[in-house]
C-alpha cells in the first residue's frame, strides 16, 4: 500500500502555477457566430469570466478560452493529450475554482486526469492549473469537455472535442467532416447558478442556443447560428448535447439523418428523421444536401413544457450556397422516420461480456433513484462531495468499501468482473427523462428504454444512455478493466449537484500501476490550505 497517509489531500499538479500562463488576447477576437476555434491536443486551455449574450441577454459567463461554446479541441486517433487548464477566474458572483472533464475519454491507466472534483481530484483554485495527461487509445469520434464542479457548466464552461479517425470505417458515406460540421445543442440561462442551485424543483433554461446562439421569448432578434452547405454534398454532422437539463428533438426540415456514430462508437447506418439528444449524448449523422437551394430551419425543441419555434426560439439556420440570406419558410414533418434506442448497433458487433440473462453478470448492481422534496438519493443515499476525493482515499490506504466516503456512495468492483447494473424508473423519481454517465467505460445497453425484452446478440455501446419513462429498467454491462474511482450519474447538472450520482471504486488491486503513472506522485497529496494561496 502507499505511504501516503493524508486525509485532508488534493490530487494536484504542482508544477504549474500562474506564473506560467501567457497572456493570450487571441480568444477574445473571436465573434460567437465564428467556426469553433480549434485546439491542439497539446495545449493550454484557459478558463475565464467574461459577458456575453449569446441570446441577446448580456451576463457574465464562465468560459473555455473566453468563448462559448469553448474551443473545439482537434484530434487524430492514438494522439496523446497534454492539457493545462488553467484557472484565471475573477467574478465572485460565480464559482471561484474549477475542474475540466473530458466527458467519454476511457482515461485507461489516467483515473487521475479524468477531471471529477472530489472523485480523482480537488477542484483547480484560482491562479493554478492542473495538467492532464492522457491518451486515448483506439477511441475516435465525437465527446466533449466541461466543468465538473459544482454545477459550473451551466455558466458556460463547456466544448467539443472530436478525435478523427484517418481509417474511418464509414467515410465512403459523407464528403465532409470538419470543424463546421459539428452542431452543439445547449441551453442557457440568464442568472448564475449559485441563484439556481437554490431550486429544489424544475429549472427552465432562457434560450436554446445552436451552436452558441440562439434567442429568448421577449428578446431581441439577435443573430441565429447558420450552417452552410452546397447542393450534392454529404455531410456528417457531429451532434452533441452540451445542455445541464434538457433534453431535445433535433431535426433538419426537409432532410432526414442517418445515424452512424454514437457516444464514439460507430453504428449500423440508421435513419431517422428527428434525434433526441439528451444532456452527454453525442451522435454523428449524415445528411445529404439534395433538397432545392434554399433555406431551411434546424430544430432543437427541448422537453420543457410550452415550446415553440415562434420568432426563431430553439432553431439555427441551413443554407444552401445560393440561397437568399433571409430566414427560412420552411415547415417541419412530417415525422415517420422515428428514433429507436433498442434499433442502435455497433458496428463492429461487439459482444456482450457474460451470460446471456439479466441477472447472470458476475456482479449484478441495482441503483434505484428517488427524490424527496427536490433531493434525489440512490439507494436511500444523497451524494456528497467527501473532503478527500476518493481517488486519494484509495491510494491512501482505505481498507474496505465502509472506509471510504461518502458513506454509502461508493461501490466496490473486483477487477476483471463482468458488472450488470440496473437502473428501474419508479414512480418515486423526479424530473423527467434522466441521461445517466458513466466515467472511465463505455457500456452495452443490453435492456433499453421502451424496451422489456434484452439484447445480447449486438446492441449499441455509449457511456450516456436514457433511464426512459416510469415502469423502464435499463439495463447496462461492462468489465472491470480499468482501475480507479469512476462517477456514475445523471448528467441533468441539477440533479447531481442535488445527490443523483454513486461512485465505482474499480480494480483496487491494480491501484499500484495507476500510481506510477501520476505525475510527480510524492508530491500529489497535499492539504488544501497549501493550494489556497495564489500567486
Not at 51 to 66: C, K, N, Q, W
Request: proline fraction near 9%; charge should be negative; charged fraction near 15%.
Amino acid at each position: 500500500m502507499f505511504p501516503y497517509a493524508v486525509l485532508a489531500g488534493c490530487l494536484f499538479s504542482l508544477s504549474h502555477t500562474v506564473s506560467v500562463v501567457s497572456s493570450r488576447s487571441n480568444y477574445d477576437g473571436s465573434p460567437s457566430s465564428a467556426p469553433p476555434f480549434t485546439l491542439k491536443p497539446v495545449t493550454e486551455l484557459v478558463v475565464v469570466n467574461k459577458v456575453i449574450a449569446p441570446d441577446g441577454f448580456a451576463r457574465s459567463a464562465t468560459l473555455a478560452g473566453g468563448i462559448f461554446p469553448g474551443p473545439l479541441i482537434k484530434a487524430q486517433k492514438n494522439d496523446n493529450f497534454s492539457i493545462n487548464v488553467v484557472n484565471r477566474l475573477h467574478d465572485k458572483d460565480m464559482p471561484l475554482s474549477t475542474s475540466v472533464h473530458w466527458h467519454g475519454i476511457q482515461q485507461k491507466k489516467t483515473n487521475w486526469a479524468d477531471g471529477a472534483s472530489f472523485v480523482t481530484q480537488c477542484p483547480i483554485p484560482q491562479n493554478r492549473s492542473f495538467l492532464h495527461q492522457f491518451s486515448a487509445p483506439n477511441q475516435t469520434g465525437t465527446f466533449w469537455y466541461h466543468s465538473h464542479f459544482s454545477t459550473q457548466y451551466c455558466d458556460g464552461l463547456r466544448g467539443p472535442l472530436v478525435i478523427y479517425d484517418p481509417e474511418d470505417p464509414h467515410q465512403d458515406l459523407y464528403d465532409i467532416d470538419d470543424e463546421n460540421t459539428i452542431i452543439t445543442l445547449s441551453d442557457w440561462y440568464h442568472d448564475p447558478t449559485p441563484k439556481l442551485n437554490k431550486i429544489f424543483g424544475p429549472i427552465t433554461s432562457n434560450s436554446t442556443l445552436i451552436n452558441g446562439l440562439g434567442r429568448y421569448p421577449g428578446g431581441p432578434k439577435s443573430p441565429l447560428s447558420v450552417i452552410n452547405v452546397e447542393k450534392g454534398k454529404r455531410y456528417r454532422f457531429r451532434i452533441i448535447g452540451l445542455s445541464c437539463d434538457p433534453a431535445y428533438k433535433f431535426s433538419i426540415d426537409g432532410h432526414t439523418m442517418t445515424i452512424i456514430e454514437a457516444d464514439g462508437i460507430e453504428t449500423v447506418p440508421e435513419t431517422v428523421d428527428s434525434l433526441p439528444v439528451l444532456a452527454g449524448q453525442r451522435y454523428s449523422v449524415v445528411v445529404c444536401a439534395n433538397q432545392p437551394v434554399d433555406n431551411y430551419w434546424v430544430r432543437a425543441p427541448s422537453n420543457l413544457a410550452n415550446q415553440t419555434f415562434a420568432g426563431g426560439l430553439s432553431q439555427a439556420i441551413l443554407r444552401y450556397n445560393g440561397a437568399p440570406d433571409e430566414d427560412p419558410t420552411s415547415t417541419p414533418g412530417p415525422y415517420i422516420l422515428p428514433f429507436n434506442e433498442g434499433k442502435l448497433a455497433s458496428l463492429l458487433s461487439i459482444p456482450v461480456p457474460g451470460f446471456p440473462e439479466i441477472g447472470k453478470a458476475d456482479v449484478h448492481i441495482n441503483l434505484l433513484a428517488t427524490t424527496v422534496n427536490g433531493i434525489f438519493r440512490v439507494n436511500n443515499v444523497t451524494y456528497h462531495n467527501p473532503p478527500t476525493p476518493v481517488l486519494l482515499q484509495m491510494l491512501s490506504g482505505a481498507q474496505h468499501p465502509s472506509d471510504l466516503l461518502p458513506s454509502g456512495s461508493v461501490y466496490e468492483l473486483p477487477s476483471n468482473k463482468v458488472v450488470e447494473i440496473t437502473l428501474p424508473y419508479t414512480g418515486l423519481l423526479f424530473g423527467g427523462t434522466h441521461p445517466i454517465h458513466l466515467h472511465g467505460h463505455t457500456f452495452a445497453v443490453v435492456r433499453t428504454s421502451g424496451n422489456s425484452t434484452p439484447n445480447f446478440v449486438n446492441p449499441i455501446w455509449r457511456d450516456t444512455v436514457s433511464m426512459g419513462s416510469k415502469g423502464d429498467n435499463v439495463t447496462i454491462r461492462f468489465v472491470t478493466d480499468n482501475s480507479g474511482p469512476w462517477f456514475i450519474h445523471c448528467h441533468i447538472d441539477f440533479h447531481l449537484n442535488h445527490g443523483f450520482a454513486v461512485v465505482m471504486a474499480e480494480a483496487r488491486d491494480q491501484l499500484p500501476s495507476l500510481s506510477a503513472g501520476i505525475p510527480g506522485m510524492g508530491a500529489a497529496l497535499v492539504v488544501p490550505s497549501t493550494l489556497n494561496r495564489t500567486f
